[in-house]
């Protein structure tokens, strides 16, 4: 799960005079202040950029009368005290990823030991590969962009990271919080459907709930991207990452190093 989920947790054990260690995935901005200060040992950090920037990528390909390229293996960095690269920031696991994706736009289970596998994910990736075909086409400006969270504030962060993408193609994007519970997500949908954007991206969040308003909206004309999801992409999405296939070396990489801490 997300570690924003557990932030509380080493202050209520600090507070009952126990001793924890606390290792996780996706974490929020205040578990990079935890994992600097000791108090988190690390965590598996999210592609948040390789994520939010792909799906821009997809829609400014759709709007250009381009072919949607799909997602292509996300990077896996599992970070500690010793090797995260900002407290108080997220930064993307693709060196150069920032640069790259507004050049294409034109200007705008091995039977590796857990040490092993500790010691590969550990490394930030170097040689990752991204998307480079650049877009010929000519992408409009002034679209208008919703990104639904599933609920923890590293879903929240993804918004933020769609809204920085989306600037550089003169692109607005408005961020719609959720507490993840399914009543207050549909009623998110519902309002979106009364209310259709250009282009859509939503996090972690099954088509099993949302799929008869992606219908709609996407009958309404409203592009699709999805990031982080464990169901087969739906007809009515244009663009899907962070699946089944890359949430495995997530939990290795998890597993492996309460392994090789015990």
Known sequence: ????????????AEAAGLEITMFGNAPGLLNLALIAEGAQSGTMLFPFYETTFGAVDAFARAWAGQEVLPALPT??????????????AYVPITSGL?????????????????????????????AVELIDVPIVGEIPSGKKLSYVSCGP????QLGNLVSEAGDILGWTTT??????????????FESLVRNPPDGLVYSSIPYSQVGRYLEELSAAGTLIANISMWEPMAEEV?????????MLPMGEGMAAWVVDDA
């Open 1 to 12: 799960s997300a570690d924003s989920l557990g932030q509380g947790i080493p202050a209520a």
């Open 75 to 88: 990077p896996h960095w599992l970070i500690t005290t010793e090797t995260l690269p900002n407290a108080t």
């Open 98 to 126: 920032v640069e790259h994706y507004p050049a294409l736009w034109g200007g705008a289970a091995s039977g590796e030991s857990a040490a092993e596998i500790v010691g590969k994910y550990s490394t930030r990736p170097e």
């Open 153 to 156: 504030e590293a879903c929240e």
């Open 175 to 188: 961020v719609i919080p959720t507490s993840g519970a399914p009543g207050d997500v549909n009623e998110v």
């Open 238 to 246: 244009i663009w899907t990452v962070f699946g089944p296939d890359d």
